[in-house]
């Protein structure tokens, strides 16, 4: 199984940790909430700040650190790769500068630049782009249900997101969101359908940088399982993301 290391692009990594199979809306107790259902309005806001973060995919600026393990069957590091990528958004195109790539110590900067540049020739698939639940274009293929509330900060709810159907880029998890603000804090999810010779890929995500298109990004944390024949393998990673802002 091979995995790339995530593009640059991180705004548009927020494609993945999961609720394997969220079952749909259960008879039984939960902390804070009495009707599943959620409302427009608070549908309204999240749509406004999902809007925000991918438009944060062309006019965002930020710099990101981040580090990968890959795991052998013993649970045990067999591999590490760290990345520091300074990516700069302008009118004309985003510019990816990676400034530091390194495979178990060893220097290969000058190998990951290259690569990116192949990659950035590649079309884009718009089949394949992340689009967060709460989207425009992407919330009418879902239904949302109120997981839990905070009992401390009525005003923090999690809200629970189901595809209608599976697709290569709808995502089942939930999001932590403050819905007088109407704004995702946290959120967690997993493809409904992985690459081949992937079994499992979770994500998740914390909103902490503040910008004029709303919360960005911060850190991101990610696993992955995938297996061929007698092989498996296991990867897991975390990124850090600063000197975020909204370039033009």
């Given at each position: 199984?091979?995995?790339?290391?995530?593009?640059?692009?991180?705004?548009?990594?927020?494609?993945?940790?999961?609720?394997?199979?969220?079952?749909?809306?259960?008879?039984?107790?939960?902390?804070?909430?009495?009707?599943?259902?959620?409302?427009e309005t608070l549908l309204g806001r999240l749509?406004?700040?999902?809007?925000?973060?991918?438009?944060?995919?062309?006019?965002?600026?930020?710099?990101?650190?981040?580090?990968?393990?890959?795991?052998?069957?013993?649970?045990?590091?067999?591999?590490?790769?760290?990345?520091?990528?300074?990516?700069?958004?302008?009118?004309?195109?985003?510019?990816?500068?990676?400034?530091?790539?390194?495979?178990?110590?060893?220097?290969?900067?000058?190998?990951?630049?290259?690569?990116?540049?192949?990659?950035?020739?590649?079309?884009?698939?718009?089949?394949?782009?992340?689009?967060?639940?709460?989207?425009?274009?992407?919330?009418?293929?879902?239904?949302?249900?109120?997981?839990?509330?905070?009992?401390?900060?009525?005003?923090?709810?999690?809200?629970?997101?189901?595809?209608?159907?599976?697709?290569?880029?709808?995502?089942?998890?939930?999001?932590?969101?403050?819905?007088?603000?109407?704004?995702?804090?946290?959120?967690?999810?997993?493809?409904?359908?992985?690459?081949?010779?992937?079994?499992?890929?979770?994500?998740?995500?914390?909103?902490?940088?503040?910008?004029?298109?709303?919360?960005?990004?911060?850190?991101?944390?990610?696993?992955?399982?995938?297996?061929?024949?007698?092989?498996?393998?296991?990867?897991?990673?975390?990124?850090?993301?600063?000197?975020?802002?909204?370039?033009?």
């Open positions: 199984m091979v995995l790339r290391w995530p593009r640059a692009s991180v705004w548009a990594l927020c494609s993945w940790c999961a609720l394997a199979s969220a079952p749909a809306w259960a008879q039984r107790d939960v902390p804070g909430v009495t009707d599943p259902a959620v409302s749509e406004l700040h999902a809007e925000g973060l991918h438009q944060m995919e062309k006019r965002g600026s930020f710099l990101l650190s981040g580090k990968m393990d890959e795991l052998d069957g013993n649970g045990s590091v067999s591999g590490t790769k760290e990345l520091v990528v300074k990516v700069t958004a302008r009118p004309t195109a985003r510019v990816t500068e990676i400034l530091k790539y390194l495979e178990d110590g060893v220097d290969k900067t000058e190998e990951a630049r290259a690569k990116q540049k192949r990659r950035e020739a590649e079309p884009d698939d718009p089949k394949k782009r992340f689009m967060l639940p709460f989207s425009r274009l992407a919330k009418d293929r879902y239904r949302f249900e109120l997981a839990e509330r905070n009992l401390k900060n009525p005003s923090r709810v999690r809200v629970r997101f189901i595809p209608l159907e599976r697709a290569e880029n709808t995502y089942t998890g939930s999001a932590w969101v403050d819905q007088e603000r109407g704004e995702i804090l946290t959120m967690i999810l997993s493809p409904t359908k992985t690459p081949m010779f992937v079994d499992k890929i979770e994500l998740s995500v914390v909103f902490e940088n503040q910008t004029s298109l709303g919360r960005a990004p911060s850190e991101i944390s990610f696993e992955a399982r995938g297996s061929l024949l007698f092989f498996k393998k296991r990867y897991r990673g975390s990124a850090t993301l600063t000197e975020t802002e909204i370039s033009f």
